[in-house]
């Protein structure tokens, strides 16, 4: 058949299977058991429309902006899971919120006592008694103003405290850092010093005693002749017949002309220590009351230096500063609970405060107390004075941050072995309650060395973490402790960084190293 003749034979049958597409009926013929169906010209000849449109090609800008964009939430996510899941995490304050309460003279009579107790402040659109009386109107409106605690951690609580580590190469930023025996010697605060000041500047040992009775680790001293020291802690033969403490709780008496030697340490790990261009020297005033400043300031670094005081005089500290940066205290008061503070004299410790820019203060206690708690009711009745004691260094500093680190795992023996005190993970999970509702944070030791058995692992450790009464940290176990927490704060510095749009993130530059990186999960981030 030639070529024309096949094209009229195939345009024909198209034509034919057309007209009975047309023509046949939609639901098709039943023939007996056969059903035959035939498909609608329509659908034949129709053309199928993809649903999805073609995607608009993006400017390499755009690109980029939405790559930066995961890459900022990829962080924003990691540094989430860090505060609820790392162990050396921060438990940050918990946030408060007022509650205002709209309730009728009725409902309010009706109220119990200890829910009327939750009311901080009540305004009466009438009169305060009104509710009282029996003559009053029981539809008569009130309002109740009240604090809630919520159950969301504020996890900008530190930002004033960045905020003032930013800007502390032009003005001077001082840390205190009281404990127990646990930071004797200067350790852990001696790490976290160099830390701080090799990162936001600052140097020097910070405040000193006026007579040396722990050798510290970081500073030599030596005092000629020796005064009569006492102290806020310890046994009563410790205290004196006042409250005239200083900000380190304790006051040393000079009769006379005293000579008080500082030499600072030459040891490589704390360089930034050695060096100091202020000398202050906290007494009385002349008229024997309150805090005296003596303030002493040189053109070049000292490492090394005399300070001569003419008694009669109650010395309170000798600070080794430089005039900008960071200085951080350490303040250790073996056998203390830290329940100490509010017992000492306003006058003598508040100016302190007032004028050294006191923006983060670490509280470290709890040790001394765990071999005794053996119930419930005695750790609910240690955490509340501990809520008292940092109510008190709110007022006294309120622009100060307040971080309370908990007890580490502490060991006794128990049946033949050592074992952690059965009562401390409780007392540790109640301390972090407490502290956070009243408006400090807290540090987790006792999670961040592991939980139980912790301390004998840290024992048992080569080279030795802890030492041998199951207590204490050896001089690298408390490096590595002031290491931890540091890298914790700095996380929290970070973000806080970004947040404000100081530091930016960057997307990785390709290159042959790259090439194999595995973006899958991780995000590169780069910070400037």
């Known amino acids: 058949m030639k070529l024309f003749k096949t094209l009229i034979f195939i345009f024909a049958l198209f034509v034919l299977l ?41 400017s390499p800008e755009e690109i980029q902006r939405q790559e930066l964009e995961a890459l900022k939430q990829a962080q924003d996510s990691t540094f ?42 009540i305004k009466m659109i009438i009169d305060s008694t009104a509710c009282l009386k029996n003559d009053a109107n029981p539809d008569t409106l009130w309002l109740s103003y009240r604090d809630s605690i919520t159950q969301e951690h504020d996890l900008t609580y530190f930002d004033g405290f960045f905020e003032a580590l930013d800007s502390a190469r032009h003005k001077h930023v001082r840390i205190l850092h009281y404990g127990d025996s646990q930071i004797e010697e200067d350790r852990i605060t001696s790490g976290l010093r160099e830390h701080f000041q090799a990162q936001f500047g600052g140097g020097g040992p910070g405040m000193m005693p006026a007579q ?18 006492y102290v806020a802690y310890g046994t009563t033969t410790m205290h004196a017949h006042h409250n005239g403490y200083g900000p380190m709780a304790t006051v040393a008496q000079a009769y006379g002309n005293v000579r008080i030697y ?24 002349p008229d024997g009351s309150g805090l005296h400043y003596c303030v002493h300031e040189y053109d070049s670094l000292l490492n090394k230096v005399t300070v001569t005081v003419d008694g009669p005089a109650n010395i309170y ?73 940092i109510r008190f260094f709110q007022q ?13 795992d502490m060991s006794t023996r128990i049946g033949g072995e050592m074992r952690t005190y059965p009562l401390l993970p409780r007392f540790v999970e109640l301390l972090d309650q407490y502290v956070t509702e009243c ?15 912790s301390m004998v692992r840290w024992v048992a450790a080569r080279p030795q973490l802890a030492g041998e009464d199951y207590v204490h940290f050896t001089h690298m176990g408390a490096e590595h402790v002031s290491d931890l927490l540091y890298e914790t704060i700095d996380t929290y510095y970070q973000n806080y960084k970004l947040r404000n749009g100081d530091i930016t993130l960057e997307l990785p530059t390709a290159n042959e190293d790259s090439l194999n990186y595995n973006t899958s999960d991780d995000y590169p981030v780069l910070l400037h």
């Open 80 to 121: 989430m899971d860090f505060c609820m899941n790392s162990p050396i995490r921060i438990s940050m304050p918990l946030k408060h919120q007022c509650i205002v309460d709209t309730l009728t003279c009725g409902q309010y009579t009706e109220l119990s006592d200890s829910i009327k107790g939750l009311c901080d402040s």
């Open 262 to 285: 500082f030499s600072t340490s030459k040891n490589e790990k704390f360089q930034h220590v050695r060096n100091f261009d202020r000398v202050t020297v906290l007494r009385n005033n």
């Open 317 to 389: 500290g000798i600070l080794l500063d430089q005039k900008t940066g960071v200085s951080m205290d350490n303040v250790p008061m073996r056998g203390s609970s830290g329940n100490i503070f509010t017992r000492i004299t306003r006058n003598t410790i508040e100016p302190f405060f007032k004028h050294e820019n006191v923006r983060l203060i670490i509280l470290q206690y709890g040790g001394n107390s765990v071999p005794g708690l053996r119930t419930e009711k005695s750790l609910h009745n240690f955490c509340k004075e501990i809520q008292r004691q």
């Open 439 to 453: 408006g400090a944070s807290f540090w987790n030791l006792f999670e961040v060395m592991g939980g139980s058995g």
């Open 212 to 229: 040396r009775w722990i050798s510290k680790l970081t500073c030599y001293q030596s005092t000629s002749p020796e005064l009569t020291y």
């Open 396 to 408: 006294l500093a309120p622009e100060a941050k307040i971080l309370y680190i908990g007890p580490s």
């Open 18 to 58: 057309a007209c009975i597409s047309l023509y046949f009926p939609k639901d098709g013929l039943q023939l007996g058991f056969v059903h035959l169906s035939f498909p609608d010209l329509r659908e034949v000849l129709s053309f199928k429309i993809d649903d999805n449109p073609i995607e608009e090609e993006l």
